[in-house]
């Protein structure tokens, strides 16, 4: 690998005159009217914009990307935070060299959109002069309000060729002069004006129907006319073929980006029309895109949309890369010397990226849980445990003094031993702690969930428990400690158990708010999932419900059929690990639905190819045993959980379980408004998306004048 | 309609938690009875072909929960369905009273074209317990259910010992698809 991290970027020409160009643009553009752009109004602004200075993910340098309008005139300027001390290997100097300051939109020539499937949107933004700037990432998304601030401002139209291509102030198509100035063959103009000759020759049948699904998915309603003919390559990346034959991008940028590639890809790239490249292009190829209705049209030949991560999976789509658990040692050293946790967030985020070592669960779970403070003592814990297993087995007495011929007119608690009782023998009898006759542990599940249904009388007993209980009970080794552990457990997620099932209710439809937001966001005009859910009757997510209820126990150490057990998903101890990282709400404290939406993801191709209907694809999840990868899937997870930022945290309303119930009555029944409001405007919604989908950005406006 | 395709037949199987559901369609179809089944949640189904006189039909037989708190989830997967089996436990005197309640709220939920002609079947489960001794619902009483429903068929099985259940089955088939030409015509 190349080690490119000491590259000394005042050396490269390219990155030099791209600074030049920018302060001269200032210069030029000013005169004498604005000394200060920034004393204009801000139109746009976001934060945590990132560039990536080498091609580790590791090392960014962030800021806040800007949109100011002077008088009559746009600057875009791009500022490094300053002081970020968590890259230590870049200088404040890089940081200076990278500041993008106020350049007039007018001197950008282009700006290409890159949407990796997981991961972050970024932009590259070239000048007149043909010169780049760096990948700019937009970790809090705002790539699509960017790209229309700008488009309220200038002319921004999108190229025929690339719908990733917005060209800006394009009257005379100034490039196309150059470009056919140096007479490239093969090249196509980035506007087709009417009239502009193209290489014209037969294509196949497979090109010429991805072409025209591209224009017909993306052009921009500014092309009055489209190009008649099939171009000779369909030159989908005309960026590609620009930045490595005209070095159009500082040399710095192409490695950068070529590096991500390169190590990523490794020997199985493919171009999204299934070439091996013969060389390693500076950027991914956009993937062909097919308008989703186009599922149902070709009825022969089933054609799934390709899934863009299928051909490149960049480090930058990646969640952070996994560690080992946590150890008694670490753990040691989080704790002061009476027994606190000094830092607790950065105990969460170690048990997030790593889980924990089994020895230590039994210590560190009822922090997670919230049965013990971070900020107790050792002696204090001590004192809380006998309390507690004093109060357990005062709550214990309720039922176990009930005399049979009390119980004889107490139907309720007939009714719930009865149910606790077929339960407990159902329990995760496979698993060692509980197989066997006359397992003590199954009498001990028993005794937990009875107590627990005095305890919360209103809650009572409900099928799944048990499940939430088992491992809580095999980790703690402790009766009393395993129910209060418990206890906090169904603080959060009890509501799973609602007579009324609102809490399941409220997951389901956060989970497809965020994935219809996160098809069209992320995958922007991309969204043929979606498409395929509504199409079969699949929006509600049902399929999902035993993910959701029991936060993939039951996938992960189920064996439902004793036949299948050889490939049951996770396996028990995958759970735990599963469970603590969850727990942790660190980043989000719904993780498991965008568990759900990265495992989706990962089979939606094959659900889409396969054509499931509602019904198969309730089985196909029901049995995706043995291929549900725990480590992986929580990558996927957590940079699915990045890549949206705020917006796809939006998606998920407050209160919605595990999250504590929200105090206020009132927030929560404006929450069933949403839900109500929101199943109506879906429609309204999704059939607006369906009919403007060749223009996103109508969309996108859509979709956010909505503001659900 | 054209004899050679295959024919897909929707059952649900309806009953209180623990009467025996999960493991009567497992002896079923897996012929294998285990302790280790879980409470079912949510929904799920398996399927089994079976020729029907000279026709090859594919049961699709749905398993709810029985607990009544998914009962508002299992509804959604009561559309289509072709037959419907009732299960009790013998030995348990409220799964038997309960059996009007799944009834009338299956027809209510399926809506079905003709809901007195849609087909039941009745399973009196775990015979086996005991040898019969703990039984608290005896074969005439579930039989004078039978008939004042409109005569469903009625049959005493054990999922563990594997008694009846294929003839159970079979009948089930049979009602299904009769249903289901029926409703073809
Ligand atoms: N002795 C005996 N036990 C049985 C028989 N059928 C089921 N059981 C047991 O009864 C319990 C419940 O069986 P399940 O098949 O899981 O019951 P279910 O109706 O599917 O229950 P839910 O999924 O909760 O609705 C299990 O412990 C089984 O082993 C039977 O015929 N004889
Ligand atoms: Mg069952």
């Known amino acids: 690998m190349i080690e490119i991290e000491s590259y000394d970027f005042a050396d490269d020409v390219d990155y030099a005159a791209s600074q030049q160009q920018g302060s001269q643009s200032i210069m030029r553009s000013n005169s004498g009217k604005m000394k200060d752009p920034e004393g204009g109004e801000v139109v746009y602004v976001k934060d945590n914009v990132s560039i990536h200075p080498t091609q580790y993910m590791s090392e960014r340098i962030s800021g806040r990307l800007k949109l100011v309008k002077q008088d009559d005139s746009l600057f875009m300027m791009w500022i490094p935070y300053k002081g970020q001390n968590t890259n230590t290997r870049l200088s404040e100097r890089d940081r200076n060299l990278y500041t993008i300051r106020p350049l007039p939109i007018t001197d950008v020539r282009s700006i290409r959109r890159h949407t990796p499937p997981l991961g972050w949107q970024y932009l590259i933004v070239v000048l007149s002069s043909g010169l780049a700037f760096p990948p700019l990432y937009f970790y809090n998304g705002g790539v699509k309000e960017f790209l229309a601030t700008i488009k309220q401002h200038v002319l921004l139209v999108r190229s025929a060729d690339d719908a990733n291509v917005f060209i800006v102030n394009d009257f005379q198509d100034p490039l196309q002069k150059t470009l056919s100035s140096l007479e490239l063959l093969g090249v196509v103009p980035v506007v087709a004006p009417s009239s502009a000759a193209i290489a014209v020759s037969p294509t196949s049948e497979s090109q010429e129907k991805m072409a025209e699904c591209a224009c017909d998915t993306n052009c921009g309603s500014e092309f009055i006319e489209r190009p008649k003919y099939k171009v000779n390559d369909p030159a989908r990346d005309f960026s590609i073929q620009l930045l490595e034959k005209f070095s159009l991008v500082t040399k710095f940028a192409r490695e950068t980006t070529s590096q991500l590639f390169r190590e990523n890809s490794g020997e199985n790239l493919f171009l999204s029309d299934g070439r091996k490249p013969n060389h390693i292009p500076a950027l991914p190829a956009a993937p062909p895109k097919l308008p989703p209705n186009d599922v149902q049209k070709v009825s022969d030949e089933v054609h799934v949309p390709e899934d863009p991560l299928e051909f490149y999976k960049l480090a930058l789509i990646w969640g952070n890369p996994r560690q080992p658990p946590l150890s008694q040692e670490e753990w040691g050293d989080f704790l002061d010397s009476e027994g606190r946790v000094v830092d607790s967030e950065a105990l969460k985020k170690r048990v997030f990226y790593g889980g924990i070592a089994h020895e230590l669960r039994k210590e560190v779970w009822p922090f997670l849980l919230g049965h013990y403070d971070f900020n107790s003592t050792y002696a204090e814990r001590e004192y809380l445990r006998s309390a507690r297993k004093e109060d357990y087995e005062i709550i214990k007495l309720q039922w176990q003094s009930i005399s049979p011929q009390q119980a004889k007119r107490f139907t309720k608690f007939r009714e719930r031993k009865g149910l606790i009782d077929k339960d407990v023998v159902r329990t995760d009898r496979s698993f060692s702690y509980y197989n066997g006759d006359d397992n003590p542990n199954i009498n001990l599940l028993y005794d937990i969930l009875l107590t627990y249904s005095f305890y919360n009388f209103d809650l009572g007993y409900c099928q799944g428990m048990n499940d939430y209980l088992s491992p809580l009970l095999f980790v703690m080794e402790d009766e009393s400690e395993a129910f209060w552990c418990f206890a906090a457990l169904m603080e959060r997620v009890g509501p799973n158990f609602n007579r009324d099932q609102s809490g399941m209710q409220a997951q389901l439809f956060a989970l497809s708010k965020y994935c219809l937001v996160h098809w069209q966001l992320v995958e922007l005009s991309d969204s043929p999932l979606h498409d395929y859910f509504k199409q079969n009757d699949c929006l509600n997510y049902f399929f999902c419900f035993r993910w959701i209820l029991m936060q993939f126990k039951r996938q992960c150490a189920d064996i439902y059929f004793s036949s299948f057990a050889h490939h049951r998903e996770l396996r028990y101890e995958e759970t735990l690990l599963l469970w603590e990282v969850l727990w942790t709400h660190h980043l989000t404290e719904h993780l498991h639905l965008y568990v759900c939406v990265a495992i989706l993801k990962k089979y939606r191709n094959k659900i889409m190819g396969d054509r499931m209907d509602f019904d198969t694809l309730l089985k196909f999840i029901n049995e995706l045993t043995g291929h549900i990868d725990i480590e992986p899937t929580l990558r996927d997870a957590e940079a699915l959980c990045l890549c949206l930022g705020e917006t796809g945290a939006a998606c998920i309303p407050p209160g919605t379980p595990p999250s504590l119930p929200l105090k206020n009555a009132l927030v929560s029944s404006q929450l069933e408004d949403e839900i109500l409001g929101y199943t109506i405007l879906r429609k309204v919604i999704a059939d607006q998306i369906a009919s403007a989908k060749e223009d996103d950005l109508v969309a996108f406006e859509l979709v956010f004048r909505w503001e659900w | ?185």
Request: proline residues 3%; charged residues 25%.
């Open chain 2, 1 to 185: 309609m054209s004899t050679r395709r295959r024919t897909l037949l929707k059952v649900i199987v309806l009953g209180d938690s623990g009467v025996g559901k999960t493991s009567l369609m497992n002896q079923y179809v897996h012929k294998k009875f285990s302790q280790q089944y879980k409470a079912t949640i949510g929904a799920d189904f398996v399927t089994k072909e079976l020729q029907i006189d000279d026709k090859l039909v594919t049961l699709q037989i749905w398993d709810t929960a029985g607990q009544e708190r998914f009962q508002s989830l299992g509804v959604a997967f009561y559309r289509g369905a072709d037959c419907c089996v009732l299960v009790y436990d013998v030995n348990v005197m409220k799964s038997f009273d309960s059996l009007d309640n799944w009834h009338d709220e299956f027809l209510k939920q399926a809506n079905p074209p003709d809901p007195k002609a849609f087909p039941f079947i009745l399973l009196g489960n775990k015979i086996d317990i005991d040898g019969g001794n703990s039984r608290v619902v005896s074969e005439k009483k579930a039989r004078d259910w039978c008939a004042s429903r409109g005569n469903i068929p009625y049959f005493e099985t054990s999922a563990k010992e594997n008694i009846r259940v294929d003839d159970a089955f079979l009948c089930i088939a049979k009602a299904a698809l009769a249903n289901e030409r029926e409703q073809d015509m």
